[in-house]
């Protein structure tokens, strides 16, 4: 027997479907009423996302069922869940999963047109990790000292290096410009008394050369050392401002492990110069809050 008709299913009233969504969902009942073919475990693949869990499942025979209910315990929510799915579909993603849980136990069962169920196949799958969030809780300037700062390229005719910390704003440090001109990357390096690990840093374009944009930084290496010779690159700044005057604060950076020296590494310039300058330059330690829904504690 056959039956050809839109056939309206409310969700959670189904015979067998106890616990189900109240959701209304249109399917296309065309099918038989003969006994539904149930799902092989063979057939189901899972993919571990993060937070995640992909269900697959391959093409089913013409005829072999009309739609599918997909049943599952959630121990974040500690809910019983149940996804309903036409036949036409072959895969559903699971959201807001923890890795932390282990095996999900997923119960798949097929129906007929007359709404009669096939037997129950159980597909354990395994979530990704849920992702971390890290966010900024305050931020705090760090005192620096002229003997502390150096670099590669000092311009000898004007512009020292210790004018980036005198706290004015008329006043500049200007890496090489003079024959002979030193080719980028050109440098502003800090060495720390003590050991560093989130931070932020802000600077002032160079403000009293109102006629140009060029020599400013635009593309940055933010880098650290435990040893003040090697140096490795946590954090790349560009899109960098090139209007005289102008401040910029980067977004804090996260670089996992603790430093004693820095480095603000300039790579490239407006105008393409072979040089640059600002006017001032801070350097921040950040407190940091991380929430990892694997392991934050569970009501």
Known sequence: MKLNFKYMIVVGLLIGMTGCDDNLETFEIGGSTAAPTAIATSAVNSDPLPGQIKLTWNTPSEGAFEYLQIKYHDPLTEQDVCKIASIGTTEMLIEDTRARFGDYSFFFQTFNAAHQGSEVTEIKAKSGAAPSTTTEKSRTEMKIEADQLSTNAQEPSEGPIKNLIDGKGNTFFHTRWSSPQIELPHYIQIDFKEAHEDFAIYYQNRTDNTWTSEGRPSVVELQISSDGKNFETVATLSGLPSAHSTEYTSEFVVPGKTFTSFRFNVIATSGNTKY????????????????????????
């Open 276 to 299: 640059f300058n600002l006017a001032q330059f801070k350097f921040y330690d950040v407190e940091v809050e991380i929430y990892d829904p694997e392991t934050v504690p569970l009501d």
